[in-house]
């Protein structure tokens, strides 16, 4: 398979789980009650685990290979302010859709990234698409739940929405792979 072509289907499965965890996040009334929560909570717990494992065994490892450790250290200060403002912006304006913009701040890049990996013949582009999409459902599954408890959405427009999201992640690896590529050091 070429590296675009690699990119595209990689990126579009990677976003598919976004739909697949607002799907789940439809599934309620699990009898008994404990048992609702302790599903809630295990897709919960999984993505987090899934995001510390992307940072520690991929992008982490390869950012400090590539970069030296005051840019990695600056990369990822700058990086925690930006994500400390938006967090705290969003805070401000109480929006109900806090969870989803988490969810694309987090997919976007991450399909750059992985546009621009693939560009670079990069071995690690197959492990951080798995990554991606493993976590990409339990962020699906949190934004589903929380539109869903908003006042102004419309309840029928959300799984569709997140299916036109999946979109994004083909579009932004294309990017990486056309525009990053020239810059491998900054991948």
Not at 99 to 112: G, N
Not at 146 to 173: D, Q, Y
Request: with cysteine.
């Amino acid at each position: 398979m070429s590296g675009v072509l690699e990119v595209i289907v990689l990126t579009t499965l990677a976003g598919s789980t976004i739909p697949i965890g607002g799907f789940l996040a439809k599934i309620e009334r699990i009898h008994p009650r404990w048992l609702e929560e302790e599903f809630r909570h295990s897709i919960i717990a999984f993505g987090g685990g899934v995001l510390l494992a992307a940072v520690a065994l991929v992008l982490v490892p390869v950012g400090i290979e590539e970069l030296n450790p005051l840019t990695a250290a600056a990369a990822i200060l700058i990086g925690g302010v930006c994500f400390m403002i938006i967090d705290r912006i969003l805070a401000t304006h109480q929006n109900s859709a806090s969870q989803l913009i988490a969810m694309l701040l987090d997919f976007v890049p991450e399909s750059l990234a992985l546009g621009a990996t693939f560009a670079n013949g990069g071995s690690v582009g197959m492990l951080l698409a798995i990554l991606i999409g493993l976590q990409n459902l339990p962020e699906g599954f949190n934004a589903y739940r929380e539109l869903r408890s908003s006042v102004t959405m419309k309840k029928h427009l959300i799984l569709p929405g997140f299916c036109l999201l999946v979109l994004l992640g083909p579009l932004a690896g294309l990017i990486g792979f056309y525009l990053l590529s020239r810059v491998p050091q900054m991948v």
